[in-house]
T-cell receptor, first 113, second 117 residues
Framework: AQSVTQPDIHITVSEGASLELRCNYSYGATPYLFWYVQSPGQGLQLLLKYFSGDTLVQGIKGFEAEFKRSQSSFNLRKPSVHWSDAAEYFCAVEYSSASKIIFGSGTRLSIRP | GAVVSQHPSRVICKSGTSVKIECRSLDFQATTMFWYRQFPKQSLMLMATSNEGSKATYEQGVEKDKFLINHASLTLSTLTVTSAHPEDSSFYIC?????????????FGPGTRLLVL
């Protein structure tokens, strides 16, 4: 079955520290991969996406993600977090063009002053 | 950039009444729109896929007679929660894929928070 796993429910990092949020997917082929951020009570904002090509993808707000086919992973990274990065982060996959998106369970990021 | 709006942003209704939520693509046409539901502190779950001019495709476990979807034009899809009950209280989010594009990117609306008393 198609699925997306975000193993970390809640992560707390200090402001200025580096961040890595994990995401794994299950599927035979390479899907389209996304990371979204959601602030409390708000909609989703697309951080970055991977369709093909370079496996290291740069996004907005200083985020990047690396697609590793061998590990079926698409981890999100940021070298130095800011207090404003505190939010819920969702990894998502789309298995074909214009098809439904499947979301992971989300990782809540808290920032320690 | 592509913008998707939802109206209303927040609605409170009495149990047993029906509520209509609109999803509009403001600067592009969307043959396909998607409706998601998000319960507090949970992820988004796809409810249905809305295709312009045809019947919506519902995910398993979603009652099509309770959640009526109409996609009458290329820029508007509506979700009507019929005979709403408190357990229908949730955050409803739509997304849209531009027609004629490569289709990989869905643009999300800001969501509608429904509270059923």
């Amino acid at each position: 079955a198609q699925s997306v796993t975000q193993p970390d429910i809640h992560i707390t990092v200090s402001e200025g520290a580096s961040l890595e949020l994990r995401c794994n997917y299950s599927y035979g082929a390479t899907p389209y991969l996304f990371w979204y951020v959601q602030s409390p009570g708000q909609g989703l904002q697309l951080l970055l996406k991977y369709f093909s090509g370079d496996t290291l993808v740069q996004g907005i707000k200083g985020f990047e993600a690396e697609f590793k086919r061998s590990q079926s992973s698409f981890n999100l990274r940021k070298p130095s977090v800011h207090w404003s990065d505190a939010a819920e982060y969702f990894c998502a996959v789309e298995y074909s063009s214009a098809s439904k998106i499947i979301f992971g369970s989300g990782t809540r990021l808290s920032i320690r002053p | 950039g592509a913008v998707v709006s939802q109206h209303p942003s927040r609605v409170i209704c009495k149990s047993g009444t029906s509520v209509k939520i609109e999803c509009r693509s403001l600067d592009f046409q969307a043959t396909t729109m998607f409706w998601y539901r998000q319960f507090p502190k949970q992820s988004l779950m796809l409810m249905a896929t809305s295709n312009e001019g045809s019947k919506a495709t519902y995910e398993q476990g979603v009652e099509k007679d309770k959640f009526l979807i109409n996609h009458a034009s290329l820029t508007l899809s509506t979700l009507t929660v019929t005979s709403a009950h408190p357990e229908d209280s949730s955050f409803y989010i739509c997304s849209a894929t531009p027609s004629g594009g490569t289709g990989e990117t869905q643009y999300f609306g800001p969501g509608t928070r429904l509270l059923v008393l």
